[in-house]
């Protein structure tokens, strides 16, 4: 399977369980970054979201999580044939990675199947359901590598968004930024973009469709992602 190309980078996703996909590049696009120094990508599959961030911001200093090895190479792959070769990948769960400074800001695209049928594939069953990293697990990751005045990107279907939502409320959490998002005007919205924080503040609220009456993609989509896309 050919890569997916876009402005200042390529991404090859041949052996990766989790394919480059609209909700990636959604938060890549949507992640709050102003003012942070560092970031951790947790479960960062092909590298996307590190890739996009240090796009958005190259001063960035990056470290990407990924616990399966295909992954994980493909990753580091991905990040030495782009112009920003200096991402650091790691290969560990994020329950055992260990790291001396807090980060700025974390972002991640996690696993939210919790009880759905599985596949075959070992690998795309990690990538996609909470069995190895579940929503608990990854806010007690987020507040032990973070500091007080860091913030925690996160996309999910907006089922299990309002779950995380109470989590993270029932862990001291803040929601400051809720965007929700449809793919078209006339279906209902389909995924949540989150930012949380230790702060506590009136949460901005927005919305966002993905393409118009005419299947185009909206000027709020392409607003957003047109840093990323190579023909937009």
């Known amino acids: 399977m050919s890569g997916f190309t876009f402005k200042q980078f390529k991404v090859e996703h041949d052996s990766c369980a989790m394919k480059v996909s609209t909700d990636g590049i959604l ?4 992640a709050y970054l102003k003012g942070a120094n560092t970031l951790l990508d947790i479960g960062t599959g092909t590298g996307l979201l590190a890739l996009m ?6 001063a960035l200093s990056i470290t990407a999580v990924e616990i399966d090895e295909a992954a994980y190479k493909q990753a580091q792959q991905n990040i030495a044939s782009s112009p920003w ?3 650091t990948v790691k290969h560990t769960t994020i329950q055992a990675f260990k790291q001396a400074a807090p980060f700025d800001v974390v972002i991640s695209n996690p696993p939210y199947f919790n009880r759905s049928l599985k596949g075959l594939s070992d690998a795309r069953n990690t990538a996609r359901h909470t069995d190895g990293l579940s929503f608990d697990e990854l ?7 973070s500091h007080e005045h860091s913030c925690f990107n996160v996309i999910l279907p907006t089922t299990e968004a309002g779950l995380f939502i109470e989590l993270a409320k029932q862990n001291g959490l803040y929601l400051n930024a809720h965007c929700q998002v449809k793919t078209t005007p006339s279906k209902a919205f389909s995924r949540s973009l989150m930012r949380f ?4 503040t009136l949460p901005e609220l927005t919305s966002l469709c993905i393409k118009d009456d005419n299947n185009r ?3 709020d989509y392409i607003a957003l992602c047109k840093a990323f896309y190579l023909k937009m």
């Open 85 to 87: 070769p200096n991402i």
């Open 217 to 219: 993609y909206s000027d």
């Open 197 to 200: 924080s230790l702060v506590n």
């Open 27 to 30: 938060l890549g696009a949507w």
């Open 139 to 145: 806010i007690h990751a987020y507040m032990r590598l």
């Open 53 to 58: 961030c240090k796009q958005r911001q190259p």
